[in-house]
């Protein structure tokens, strides 16, 4: 396969994880692009065609990362305010308790 189309399959493989929050497969594809561009920059000098499709890789890659900060902060505010309501949901799981235990008499 030329080296440009391994480097664009790479590119819609980090832009497809990252657009879907498909975790497992981005965090399989960065584990593994050290070794396939090692392996592709082993073939020889990078043409003109083989820069080019670099650089839209690197932008998938860069926007693969974006997405993970934006999962990252979503999930980072989510158990903030589970954290800020922590007393209220255990309210909540108490008076459920104490509903359920009346129903038993």
């Known amino acids: 396969m030329p080296r440009s ?6 590119a819609v493989g980090f832009k497809e994880a990252g ?5 497992e497969r981005l965090g399989a594809l960065a584990a593994a692009l050290a070794p396939q561009l ?3 920059a082993a073939r020889g000098a990078w043409n003109r065609t083989e820069l080019a499709a670099l650089a839209q890789l690197r ?11 934006d999962a990252l902060d ?5 158990l903030a305010g589970m954290r800020d309501n922590k007393d209220g949901w255990m309210a909540y799981a108490l008076a459920g ?9």
Not at 5 to 10: D, E, F, K, N
Not at 19 to 23: H, K, S
Not at 60 to 65: E, L, R, S, T
């Open 19 to 23: 657009a879907t929050g498909d975790w």
């Open 38 to 40: 090692a392996a592709l």
């Open 97 to 105: 308790d104490m509903e359920t235990a009346g129903h038993q008499e």
């Open 59 to 69: 932008a998938a890659h860069d926007g693969a990362a974006a997405a993970c900060t």
């Open 5 to 10: 189309a391994a480097i664009g399959r790479l």
């Open 74 to 78: 979503a999930l980072g505010a989510r």
